[in-house]
């Protein structure tokens, strides 16, 4: 009666490994074979599979390229469309700020600016009384003390290198 493990058995072994990459090789080779006759490593074969190859790297060249620039524009879009909403509101406060112009309210505002006054209103004049300006006392500005000079450069290395 077999007996059962109670860990669990490795994946693969280096032989199981080397078993699978042999069987592979011999189908590749097998498939080489039927698909160029004359052999696998024929000049051919070798060109068909350089075209091959370059035809590839072209193609991911040019997926990565637009990958790129595909970011790129994202980037660009979601600028623009901040940009946009910046836009849109200062329009929303311009309309705002043309429709209170256009009003009485912003005409009455702006003739009182002016000095002018309707019907009906009181004019007062206040009048000017002169102010005695106070005696201002000179300021004493203290002067700073004078800052000491620096070492010279070979002390300052001195005491960088031999502390």
């Not at 190859?53 to 040019?62: D, P, Q």
């Not at 390229?65 to 311009?94: D, F, G, P, S, Y």
């Not at 300006?133 to 010279?152: D, E, F, I, K, N």
Request: aromatic residues 10%; positive net charge; charged residues 20%.
């Amino acid at each position: 009666m077999p007996r059962y493990r109670s860990s669990p058995k490795q994946p693969y072994s280096f032989t199981a490994w080397r078993r699978i990459w042999a069987t592979f090789r011999g189908r590749m080779r097998r498939w080489l074979k039927t698909t160029f006759p004359g052999g696998s490593r024929t000049l051919a074969s070798l060109a068909i599979m350089g075209v091959l190859l370059v035809m590839i790297g072209s193609i991911t060249a040019n997926l990565v390229n637009q990958i790129i620039i595909a970011r790129a524009l994202e980037r660009e879009l979601a600028t623009a469309q901040v940009e946009m909403q910046a836009l849109q509101a200062t329009t929303k406060a311009l309309r705002a700020q043309l429709e209170y112009e256009q009003s009485d309210a912003a005409t009455e505002a702006w003739a009182r600016n002016l000095g002018l006054v309707r019907e009906g209103d009181i004019v007062i004049v206040p009048e000017r009384v002169p102010t005695l300006a106070p005696l201002s006392t000179p300021q004493v500005v203290p002067t700073p003390a004078p800052l000491p000079s620096p070492a010279p450069n070979w002390q300052r290395w001195w005491r960088a290198f031999f502390p």
